[in-house]
Nanobody, 124 residues
Framework: QVQLVESGGGWVQPGGSLRLSCTFSDQVFSKYNMGWLRQAPGKERETVAGINWTGGKTLYKESVQGRFTIFRNNNQNTVYLQMNNLKPEDTGVYFC?????????????????WGQGTQVTVSS
C-alpha cells in the first residue's frame, strides 16, 4: 500500500521555523509532482507549495512566498517544506500530496494521493 507520511509539525512562536518532511513508500513517487497543502480551522484545504518531479520547478501560495521553501530528495524518497518567519495565520494541518496523473503545477493541479497530515500551530 502506497503511503505518504508527514512529520515535523508542532508548536512554534511567531517568527519561528519548522521543517516538515514527507516520506513516500514507493519509489514511483519520485516521478510525481508533489505538494504541501494546508487546512486551517474552518477553512478549505489549500495548496501552499508544489514541486515538480525533478525539483526544478516550484510554486507557492502568495502569502508564503519568500518564507516557505519546498524541496525534495528523490534518493531518500522525501519531500520537505522549510517554513521560516511563521505567522499565526500559518496555523493548520499540513498535508503532503502527490499528483500521479501529471496534471501539472498550477491552479488546476489535481492531488490524488494524500498523507494523514501534521499539525502546525503558531502562537505566542
Amino acid at each position: 500500500q502506497v503511503q505518504l507520511v508527514e512529520s515535523g509539525g508542532g508548536w512554534v512562536q511567531p517568527g519561528g521555523s519548522l521543517r516538515l518532511s514527507c516520506t513516500f513508500s514507493d519509489q514511483v513517487f519520485s516521478k510525481y509532482n508533489m505538494g504541501w497543502l494546508r487546512q486551517a480551522p474552518g477553512k478549505e484545504r489549500e495548496t501552499v507549495a508544489g514541486i515538480n518531479w525533478t525539483g526544478g520547478k516550484t510554486l507557492y501560495k502568495e502569502s508564503v512566498q519568500g518564507r516557505f521553501t519546498i524541496f525534495r530528495n528523490n534518493n531518500q524518497n522525501t519531500v520537505y517544506l522549510q517554513m521560516n518567519n511563521l505567522k499565526p495565520e500559518d496555523t493548520g494541518v499540513y498535508f503532503c500530496a502527490a499528483d500521479s496523473q501529471g496534471t501539472g503545477l498550477g491552479p488546476g493541479v489535481t492531488w490524488d494521493y494524500w498523507g494523514q497530515g501534521t499539525q502546525v500551530t503558531v502562537s505566542s
